[in-house]
DNA sequence: ATGGCATTTAAAAAATGA
């Protein structure tokens, strides 16, 4: 099972890259991020002609995630909201049940300026996620979550890791934040593979970074104890994010003993 | 240090991203 996360940055704008990197990678389950459409305006028919069902959760203009499970699989929503702030009309999250395993899309803020009102959302957004995690594992069944962080973990996972150190990407109190929701007994897939290696998914359009592999670590997968045995292969496809009209992230992917 | 680019909505320019 080739289970993958993508932040498109606008799921419109990017189908053909999508469609194109989906039939040359054909993942099982793709969590995508920052869809940047309304309800409405998802792709579902190109997304279907392409062998894939989705679930989506849309917002006007800004953020958007989705599950997409190829055409056969079983795939139930289980939710799209993360408990714990019902005036948070903010498209970031979703979970589905598909073929056994929790799929837990997640887009967390991004928090820039900070400090400031969006660093606090970050932080709160943060605990509500910590909070439905510990949750989550109480169940005792395979869970994966997975999506765009915001978070650059360790100062492996940033190009010049001094140059960060005060933006909402990279400041103390957010890899605090992962480090205690990792805490609660989740596995970093790509770090559980790759211990030590330089591993980036995101590279900014600017000063050609994707050129000079000026890149972030941001886009995660977190592995219920259930899961970590089945763990076999994870892999950024880094070529996507050379190709025309591509988004800054690059897609991610790990594989999974499913039986 | 700053600004660099790309998306969206909506019809020019602003907000957002990381």
Known sequence: ??????????????????????????????????????????????????GYNAIWHGQKQW?????????????????????????????RYLEAMVEGILICCLYLPNG?????????????????????????????IPVILLGDFNVMPTELDVYKPERWVKDALFRPEVREAFHNLVAQGWTDAIRKLYPN????????????AYGRDAGLRIDHFLLSPQLVDKLKNAKVDRHVRGWEKTSDHAPVWIEIDSK
């Open 1 to 50: 099972m080739k289970i993958a996360t993508y932040n498109v940055n606008g799921v419109n704008g990017r189908l053909p890259v999508l469609l194109r990197w989906l039939g040359e990678a054909k993942p099982d389950i793709i969590c995508l991020q920052e869809l940047k459409a309304p309800q409405e305006k998802f792709p579902e028919a190109e997304i279907n002609k392409a």
């Open 63 to 91: 953020n958007g995630v989705a599950i997409l499970s190829k055409t056969g699989l079983k795939a139930e929503e289980v939710g799209r909201a993360l408990p714990g702030d019902a005036e948070d009309v903010q498209s």
């Open 112 to 140: 820039n300026p900070a400090p400031g009102p969006k660093f606090d959302y970050k932080l709160k957004w943060f605990q509500r996620l910590t909070n439905r995690a510990k949750a989550l594992l109480e169940f005792k």
């Open 197 to 208: 290696e330089k591993i980036y998914t995101f590279w900014d359009y600017f000063r050609n």
